[in-house]
């Protein structure tokens, strides 16, 4: 981009400028063009504009950055104005989504808060035209950094990129302060340990001992907004260490059945290789294996999870304990009724067998040597002629045997679809040789196998 069409200076910030690091330089020259034409604009006004929070932290380790957010001068009414496109989506807090192309940007008006009476949002908002004040409220030095674009310098009064040179996470200001005006700091700070790549970072004395004692802080804040950190922290790379300390810490408490700094063998779990290829959702249920289905049921919905997260999590939890029988029949309906997740099934099984896990709907004897074979057995199973769905409808059974529309019809095909996938049948007349060698009409019909897993 030519020197012309690079953003005019902006209101200048009431913080000490520093020169930025070459990687961020680097970021700044590639930012698209709509970010610049709102930097221009609000220059244009006699506003300030800087980058701030997550993605000058992300743009300073060097890496994605996913989401960008500034930080003006202007109060949010005379932002709206300038950008008349512009969407309101927080505006009581100085917040508001700017258009920038086939993207949004959200843009917050400096100001300061207080009285954080509930332990989750200030009473109070006053509007300013001080970064600095600004950066004082924020939680983390790492997240109290700012980046003037138009000048291509960083603003870093709280030295969050010393900080980050030493793998440290430290609060702005008293680490007691900070995470007692909102206990969802508290998820967020172990979420920040978790620095992919580069491992774990540790906290600094004072906020590792203000995080043990407002653990009970997170009773005040909403289910859905500890859902959303906690699955972060599920996601990351390094969960099995961030968890742990979790554990330790009496965090997990808070928010999980049981007591965990003593569930040793599920904490062991995490760390085996196979962990690292399940998402945050499979491991969640792997932590609550031990849990009673009625505990992790009342534990999901207390958390706000989607239907569809709860009855995957439930699903997984169900099948616990359970294993196919070793033989290409019985493995392919394993394969058929879990498709993709069948081989993640039998990498479930072997971590818990590996550290003596025992679900809470039993557990078969075998150990997890007999599960890598099964994980070797699927591997080797060619797919089937036919692939998975049934050859036969109801008509066609209906007329080879006379029965109408009703619960028998359906049992017994199900029967048949399940033959099919057992011995790999490839036409509809062996489909029909297995019905004539079935006694189904001395049988009750309640009795019939189903295409199921665990049966």
């Not at 008293?174 to 970072?201: C, M, N, P, T």
């Not at 070797?376 to 002629?385: C, D």
Request: glycine share 8%; aromatic share 8%.
């Amino acid at each position: 981009m030519s020197d012309r069409d690079w953003p005019n200076p902006a209101l200048e910030a009431d913080v000490p400028a520093l020169e930025c690091p070459p990687n961020v330089i680097d970021w700044i020259g590639k930012l698209p063009k709509p970010i610049l034409e709102i930097a221009s604009t609000v220059a244009e006004h006699g506003g300030g504009i800087w980058i701030v929070g997550g993605a000058v932290r992300d743009a300073c380790l060097g890496l994605e950055v996913h989401d960008i957010d500034f930080a003006v001068s202007l109060e949010p009414q005379r932002m709206m104005e300038i950008f008349p496109d512009s969407i309101p989506t927080g505006i009581d807090y100085g917040t508001i989504s700017l258009r920038g192309g086939e993207q949004f940007y959200e843009a917050t008006t400096l100001r300061t808060e207080s009285n954080y009476d509930d332990g989750r949002r200030p009473e109070q908002v006053d509007w300013g035209v001080s970064l600095s004040e600004d950066l004082e409220r924020r939680d983390f030095t790492i997240n109290a950094m700012a980046i003037d674009i138009a000048r291509k310098v960083m603003h870093d009064p709280h030295h969050g990129l010393q900080d980050m040179e030493r793998g440290m996470l430290r609060a702005v200001g008293q680490a007691h302060r900070r995470i007692s005006e909102d206990g969802l700091r508290i998820l967020r700070a172990y979420r920040f340990l978790d620095r992919g790549k580069a491992g774990v970072w540790t906290f600094d004395f004072e906020l590792s001992e203000a995080l043990r004692q407002n653990s009970h802080m997170l009773k005040a804040v909403t289910h859905e907004r500890i859902w959303m950190e906690w699955l972060k922290i599920l996601n990351g790379k390094n969960m099995a260490q961030v968890v742990e300390k979790m554990a330790h810490d009496g965090v997990l408490d808070c928010f999980l059945p049981g007591e965990w700094s003593a569930q040793h063998l599920r904490l062991a779990a995490l760390y085996h290789p196979f962990v690292h290829d399940f998402n945050g959702l499979t491991r969640f249920a792997l932590l609550l294996a031990e849990s009673f289905s009625i505990e992790v049921e009342q534990s999901l919905v207390e958390l706000k999870l989607s239907k569809k997260e709860r009855t995957y999590i439930l699903d997984l939890h169900e099948r616990f304990g359970t294993l196919p029988v070793d033989s290409r029949a019985s493995l392919r309906v394993f394969r058929a009724v879990l498709e993709e997740h069948a081989e993640q099934h039998l990498k479930l099984e072997v971590v818990l067998r590996s550290h003596k896990i025992s679900p809470s709907m039993g557990s078969g004897s075998e150990d997890a040597d007999a599960v890598y074979a099964l994980l070797e057995a699927l591997e080797t199973l060619t797919p089937l002629k036919r692939g998975h769905d049934s050859l036969i409808d109801g008509h066609w059974l209906m007329e080879r045997t006379g029965l109408g529309k009703g619960r028998a019809l359906g049992r017994l095909k199900a029967w048949l679809h399940r033959l099919q996938i057992e011995r790999d049948l490839d036409t509809s007349a062996d489909i029909e040789t297995a019905l004539c060698s079935l006694h189904w009409t001395e049988e009750n019909h309640m009795d019939w196998p189903q295409l199921q897993f665990p049966d």
